[in-house]
């Protein structure tokens, strides 16, 4: 049973670029949600698409937009990079009507902007 | 809204001895609590929830934690530390809705010598 698999692993984009992270949730779930991770933070939530709607959404501005695809695999798209977006991308899969359920993360992508 | 605080930015203890990493939470309605472990340069991993129910919850790798609803505590606990435990630990609050957005805490860096 494959988790949460992200690519790419690493990447390195020049501040103004544009960058897209893909993810694709573990196997049965239908729910998929972006995290940043700065270093030496706890991850902060970007936000959350289920029914290849965005659900919920935390406190990042609208440079960061997303998709999800009716096989239930996302992207995270950054554009107009800033040096503070380089971080830890995680993404996190789930299902959505089960209450209480667990949480599974990916490795995550890391990005620096240079 | 939702908070995690971690008082404890490291925690050292020798292998062998019992170790508790600490973690309160504030949120509104009945609390759904999670810990992960991230190694480093890695994603995170699941250990353990507290959904409902017994307020010792068991989890992954001999880890145990602890619900206290009047203390809003949920310190994550292991009777024998091993070397390997050494890691980064996040505790994590959602609350009882259908979102599934998860806030973190900052997060203690777990360091178990020889």
């Known amino acids: 049973d494959a988790g949460v698999t992200q690519s790419p692993t690493h990447l390195i984009k020049t501040r103004g670029q544009q960058v897209t992270l893909r993810c694709s949730p573990k196997?049965?779930?239908?729910?998929v949600s972006w995290y940043q991770q700065a270093l030496g933070q706890g991850p902060q939530f970007i936000f959350q698409?289920?029914?290849?709607?965005?659900?919920q959404r935390g406190n990042f501005p609208d440079r960061f937009s997303g998709h999800q695809f009716p096989n239930y695999s996302s992207e995270l798209n950054v554009n107009a990079l800033l040096l503070g977006d380089s971080a830890l991308y995680l993404c996190a899969s789930s299902l959505q009507l089960i209450s209480g359920n667990t949480i599974y993360f990916g490795e995550g992508s890391w990005l620096t902007v240079v | 809204a939702q908070s995690v605080a971690q008082p404890e930015d490291q925690v050292n203890v020798a292998e062998g001895n019992p170790l508790t990493v600490k973690c309160t939470y504030s949120v509104s309605g009945n609390p759904y609590l999670f810990w992960y472990v991230q190694y480093p340069n890695r994603g995170l991993q699941f250990l353990l929830k507290y959904i409902t129910g017994d307020n010792l919850v068991k989890g992954s790798y001999g880890f145990e934690a602890e619900f206290n609803k009047s203390q809003t505590s949920f310190h994550l606990k292991k009777p024998s530390a091993l070397v390997s435990d050494s890691a980064l630990y996040f505790c994590a609050v959602r609350d009882g809705t259908g979102f599934q957005k998860l806030v973190f805490g900052t997060g203690t860096r777990l360091l178990v010598s020889p």
């Open positions: 196997s049965g779930h239908d729910t």
């Open positions: 698409y289920y029914e290849e709607e965005e659900r």
